[in-house]
Structure formats: structure tokens, C-alpha cells
Antibody, heavy 121, light 107 residues
Framework: EVQLVESGGNLIQPGGSLRLSCAASGFTFSSYSMNWVRQAPGKGLEWLSYISSTGNTRYYADSVKGRFTISRDNVKNSLFLQMNSLRDEDTAVYYC??????????????WGQGTLVTVSS | DIQMTQSPSSLSASVGDRVTITCRASQGISNYLAWYQQKPGKVPKLLIYAASTLRSGVPSRFSGSGSGTDFTLTISSLQPEDVATYYCQKYNGAPRTFGQGTKVDIK
């Protein structure tokens, strides 16, 4: 069974840093591209970042470019999101999500349960 | 970047009604369009991909259509368990933008 479990969410002050993790199991993690998506309280879904299966290709939304860094460890079956210079508007539930297929350009078939990041002084 | 615009932002319909949600891309995206359902307090669930292909296990009352810039999600006969927010998403290249969502509830 495919499982994605996020961790690392916390209450953090503006300007601070946080590292989110997503532990994957039940599939060959190293074969799949992965993504981070967030959802602010009462708001819609916002795609944040993509990383290819090898980690060689990474994309970011403009809202987080230069502040957030996506990475992965294919030995430990884990996905990460390093978040720096956090702002109040980064408050959200953060989800990791798997690309459906090992080929390029596919939607997200599995999502984690999310981890809450609250940015507040 | 390509923007995805959904309409309406919310709707209320009776059980058994036909419900239609539209999604418009600011530039052509061929058929790289997915629809997700997010029930209150739950994780998003993929319903439809490639604009019109129903994911296995999704009830046949859901259907999708469109190509290029204009897309539609249709629920042929609304059921109480369909109360949710529905999102479209373009998934070719980056950014993989979502629409702003359409909240569906029962009248």
C-alpha cells in the first residue's frame, strides 16, 4: 500500500526556518517524481514545488522561489522541503504528493495527510 | 505562467441534479487537465485525468470533457456524498497550477 507521511510542521516565528519531511513507502520511491502542495486555512490548493525521480530537475512556484528548496533521499525513501525566511502567508497545511506515473507530466495520485505549519509571532 | 480559472466558485444543487463546473486555462494545455475532489477535512482525491479519463474506482456519474483551454467536470446526478470542493489542475510542465476551487453542496 502506498503511504506518504509528512512531518516537521510546527509553530514558527516570521523569518524563521523549518524543514518538512515526507516518508514514502509501498512503492519504488526512486522511480517517481514528487511534489509539495499547500493549503492555507479555508483556502484552495497551491502547488509549490516538483522534483524529478533522480532529483536532477526541480521547479518552484514564484511564491516560494528563492526561499524554499525541495530535495529527496532515494536511499531513505524521503522527500524534503527546506523553508527559509518564512512569512505569515506561508501558514498552511503542507502535503507531499506523488506523480501518477514514472513518465513525465502526470497528475498526483497519492497524497499524504499533511503537516501544519503556522507562522506567527 | 498559465492561469486556471474555475466557475462558479460555489454552487448549491438538489440531489439528483446535473452539475457542471468549468475550468479555463489562459493558454492551451492540450488535455493535460486533472480534476480533484476534496471532501471537508480530507485529502484531495484524483477523479479525472487527461481531461476526460475517469480514474479507476470513481463513480461513473462523474465525467470530464474539453481540450485546449476550456474544460468541464459534470456530475450527472448529484449525490449527498459528492459534497466537496472540486479543483482542476494543469499538469504539463511547471507551474502545475490549480484552479481556485468550486464548492458544491446540497440545496
Amino acid at each position: 500500500e502506498v503511504q506518504l507521511v509528512e512531518s516537521g510542521g510546527n509553530l514558527i516565528q516570521p523569518g524563521g526556518s523549518l524543514r518538512l519531511s515526507c516518508a514514502a513507502s509501498g512503492f519504488t520511491f526512486s522511480s517517481y517524481s514528487m511534489n509539495w502542495v499547500r493549503q492555507a486555512p479555508g483556502k484552495g490548493l497551491e502547488w509549490l514545488s516538483y522534483i524529478s525521480s533522480t532529483g536532477n530537475t526541480r521547479y518552484y512556484a514564484d511564491s516560494v522561489k528563492g526561499r524554499f528548496t525541495i530535495s529527496r533521499d532515494n536511499v531513505k525513501n524521503s522527500l524534503f522541503l527546506q523553508m527559509n525566511s518564512l512569512r505569515d502567508e506561508d501558514t498552511a497545511v503542507y502535503y507531499c504528493a506523488r506523480d501518477w506515473s514514472v513518465v513525465a507530466d502526470t497528475p498526483f495520485d497519492y497524497w499524504g495527510q499533511g503537516t501544519l505549519v503556522t507562522v506567527s509571532s | 505562467d498559465i492561469q486556471m480559472t474555475q466557475s462558479p466558485s460555489s454552487l448549491s444543487a438538489s440531489v439528483g441534479d446535473r452539475v457542471t463546473i468549468t475550468c479555463r486555462a489562459s493558454q492551451g494545455i492540450s488535455n493535460y487537465l486533472a480534476w480533484y475532489q476534496q471532501k471537508p477535512g480530507k485529502v484531495p482525491k484524483l477523479l479525472i485525468y487527461a481531461a476526460s479519463t475517469l480514474r479507476s474506482g470513481v463513480p461513473s456519474r462523474f465525467s470530464g470533457s474539453g481540450s485546449g483551454t476550456d474544460f468541464t467536470l459534470t456530475i450527472s446526478s448529484l449525490q449527498p456524498e459528492d459534497v466537496a470542493t472540486y479543483y482542476c489542475q494543469k499538469y504539463n510542465g511547471a507551474p502545475r497550477t490549480f484552479g481556485q476551487g468550486t464548492k458544491v453542496d446540497i440545496k
